[in-house]
């Protein structure tokens, strides 16, 4: 069984910085897809980034192009999301994804993903 599991979020000032980290472990994945999604109060789910491991680029949403980073750790099967320049409207719960899939293209829709994690709260107060 496939665990997914996030860490990091917090309360955090405007301008601030945030690394959130995402663990996946359960099963081998053969062409894993990682994505960070991310759900404010009263919106949809919408895509943050996307990373095929052992693959690049990464893919982000224009949002936060320039401002977020993932990265990823071989040794400890974690990819982290690191958050720069936060903004009040990057609040919400954060989401990592993963899925198998035999393809580089960045799988963008929650729907393509079948294994999520519990989800961690980043607030940006202005």
């Known amino acids: 069984q496939v665990q997914v599991v996030e860490s990091g979020g917090g309360l955090v000032q405007a301008g601030d910085s945030l690394t959130l980290s995402c663990a996946a472990s359960?099963?081998?994945?053969?062409?894993?897809?990682l994505a960070w999604f991310r759900q404010a109060p009263g919106k949809e789910r919408e895509f943050v980034a996307h990373?095929?491991?052992?693959?690049?680029?990464?893919y982000y949403a224009d949002s936060v192009k320039g401002r977020f980073t993932v990265s990823k750790d071989s040794a400890k099967n974690t990819v982290y999301l690191q958050m720069n320049s936060l903004k009040p409207e990057d609040t919400g719960v954060y989401y990592c994804a993963v899925a198998d899939y035999a393809d580089t293209a960045p799988h963008t829709a929650p729907g393509d993903y079948g294994h999520w994690g519990q989800g961690t709260q980043v607030t940006v107060s202005s």
């Open positions: 359960g099963r081998t994945f053969t062409w894993l897809h």
């Open positions: 990373r095929r491991w052992g693959y690049d680029p990464t």
